[in-house]
T-cell receptor, first 114, second 110 residues
Framework: GQQLNQSPQSMFIQEGEDVSMNCTSS?????WLWYKQDPGEGPVLLIA?????ELTSNGRLTAQFGITRKDSFLNISASIPSDVGIYFC??????????????FGQGTILTVHP | NAGVTQTPKFRVLKTGQSMTLLCAQD?????MYWYRQDPGMGLRLIHY???????AKGEVPDGYNVSRLKKQNFLLGLESAAPSQTSVYFC?????????FGPGTRLTVL
C-alpha cells in the first residue's frame, strides 16, 4: 500500500524553540491532515490542507501542502511544554472509492524541556 | 455530544480467547474505521464501513472481523487472539473529510 515517510522520528527541544517536521509520499494526495496525539488519548486534528501550495495557520502552528501534492510540513513556533506528544501526518484521496480513508505517517515524538 | 466512545479501555486476554471491542459515535457519520497503533508504525487501518450493514477490509484485516448493524456502532471482533494482536486499537468516524477518533482500547494478549 501507500507509504508516508515522516521525519524526524523524534525531537528533543527546549521550551521556546521552533519545531519543523515533514511528510513525503510516493503517491499524490488530495488532502493532507496533521493530527496530535496526547499520551493515552486518540489523535486530534490540528490542521487540514485541501489545495496544493496551501499554507494554513492555527495559532502557533503552520502547515503547508506541497506543490507536487506528495509532501507536507508542519511548523510549531515558540514551543511550550503542552506541545509534548506525537504528531502524525495523514494523506487522503477524495471521491470515488476512497471513502475518506487516511494513510498515516509513522509519527514524530516531540519532547519539550522547560 | 460524546463524539466517539470506545469500550473497554483496557483488556488482557490469553492466547486463543475471543473478545469484541465496541465503538459508538453520536455524530451521525456514515463512515467508521478501526485502526491499530503499534510503536513506530503509526496507525494502520484494519477494517472500515461506509454505512450501516457494510464492511470492507483495510490494510491489516487478518485475524479480525467487524460488523455495523447500526449506523452509530462499529464492532471489532477477535475470534482467537494472538500475541501479535497486542496493540492499542482506535475507532474513528467521519462524514467525508476529518476523522474523529475515540480514546482507544489497550489490548494485551498473553
Amino acid at each position: 500500500g501507500q507509504q508516508l515517510n515522516q521525519s524526524p522520528q523524534s525531537m528533543f527541544i527546549q521550551e521556546g524553540e521552533d519545531v519543523s517536521m515533514n511528510c513525503t509520499s510516493s503517491s499524490i494526495f488530495n488532502t493532507w491532515l496533521w493530527y496530535k496525539q496526547d499520551p493515552g488519548e486518540g489523535p486530534v486534528l490540528l490542521i487540514a490542507l485541501y489545495k496544493a501550495g496551501e499554507l494554513t495557520s492555527n495559532g502557533r502552528l503552520t502547515a503547508q501542502f506541497g506543490i507536487t501534492r506528495k509532501d507536507s510540513f508542519l511548523n510549531i513556533s515558540a514551543s511550550i511544554p503542552s506541545d509534548v506528544g506525537i504528531y502524525f501526518c495523514a494523506g487522503q484521496l477524495s471521491g470515488g472509492t476512497s471513502y475518506g480513508k487516511l494513510t498515516f505517517g509513522q509519527g514524530t515524538i516531540l519532547t519539550v524541556h522547560p | 455530544n460524546a463524539g466517539v466512545t470506545q469500550t473497554p479501555k483496557f483488556r488482557v486476554l490469553k492466547t486463543g480467547q475471543s473478545m469484541t471491542l465496541l465503538c459508538a459515535q453520536d455524530m451521525n457519520h456514515e463512515y467508521m474505521y478501526w485502526y491499530r497503533q503499534d510503536p513506530g508504525m503509526g496507525l494502520r487501518l484494519i477494517h472500515y464501513s461506509v454505512g450501516e450493514g457494510t464492511t470492507a477490509k483495510g490494510e491489516v484485516p487478518d485475524g479480525y472481523n467487524v460488523s455495523r448493524l447500526k449506523k452509530q456502532n462499529f464492532l471489532l471482533g477477535l475470534e482467537s487472539a494472538a500475541p501479535s494482536q497486542t496493540s492499542v486499537y482506535f475507532c474513528a468516524s467521519s462524514h467525508t473529510g476529518e476523522q474523529f477518533f475515540g480514546p482507544g482500547t489497550r489490548l494485551t494478549v498473553l
